[in-house]
T-cell receptor, first 114, second 115 residues
Framework: DQQVKQNSPSLSVQEGRISILNCDYT??????FLWYKKYPAEGPTFLIS?????DKNEDGRFTVFLNKSAKHLSLHIVPSQPGDSAVYFC?????????????FGQGTILTVHP | EAGVVQSPRYKIIEKKQPVAFWCNPI?????LYWYRQNLGQGPELLIR????????DSQLPKDRFSAERLKGVDSTLKIQPAELGDSAVYLC?????????????FGEGSRLTVL
């Protein structure tokens, strides 16, 4: 049972345009949602997060939107840059004593063309 | 500040052989995690430590996997004997004790190939 799903294995966009990465989840107990970026041969690095009590969080070019009723979140990158090309993982965490127990999606490979 | 350090970066072994991975977390981080990432998938939690105590090892295949975190700092993950299906990247991560956002800091990973 995959509790966090990223249904798009890959996404290709032009430099300067918007990149939208999507993620769906099934577990209502998730309290925090995170996006991680991963370059080849490196570990995932934290990008941005959002609490379940919010519907939007913005950090520079990156914005995460959360739709709790639809159990859906998305990451918007505006404008996209070639250096953003990486694998993006959506992750979810419960609160309480299980915080930090991240459940990851399968990842989406983003390619930004110059 | 040094990040999470893992070794070895790459390991190739034959099935039924033992293998061990080592992790040194970020200084001051009390919580340490071992994740396994299979090809084309996201990381999956194997075990989580609070200091030297394993507080969540429900996903660790205990028949062949073992882990320890002596003195609450470095950690070792061992597989004995290894099977073909154990080929994966083993990621170590750490965080401060009361992290509320789920933000973890990952090492570069140890890629295991079992032949």
């Amino acid at each position: 049972d995959q509790q966090v799903k990223q249904n798009s294995p890959s996404l290709s966009v032009q430099e300067g345009r918007i990149s939208i990465l999507n993620c769906d989840y099934t577990n209502s107990m998730f309290d925090y949602f995170l996006w991680y970026k991963k370059y080849p041969a490196e570990g995932p690095t934290f990008l941005i997060s959002i609490s379940s009590i919010k519907d939007k969080n913005e950090d520079g070019r990156f914005t995460v939107f959360l739709n709790k009723s639809a159990k859906h979140l998305s990451l918007h990158i505006v404008p996209s840059q070639p250096g953003d090309s990486a694998v993006y993982f959506c992750a979810a965490s419960p609160s309480g004593t299980s915080y930090g127990k991240l459940t990851f999606g399968q990842g989406t490979i983003l390619t930004v063309h110059p | 500040e040094a990040g999470v350090v893992q070794s070895p970066r790459y390991k190739i072994i034959e099935k039924k052989q033992p293998v061990a991975f080592w992790c040194n977390p970020i200084s001051g981080h009390n919580t340490l995690y071992w994740y396994r990432q299979n090809l084309g998938q996201g990381p999956e939690l194997l075990i989580r430590y609070e200091n030297e105590e394993a507080v969540d090892d429900s996903q660790l295949p205990k028949d062949r996997f073992s882990a320890e975190r002596l003195k609450g700092v470095d950690s070792t993950l061992k597989i004995q004997p290894a099977e073909l299906g154990d080929s994966a990247v083993y990621l170590c991560a750490s965080s401060e004790f009361w992290v509320t956002t789920g933000e973890l800091f990952f090492g570069e990973g140890s890629r295991l190939t079992v032949l």
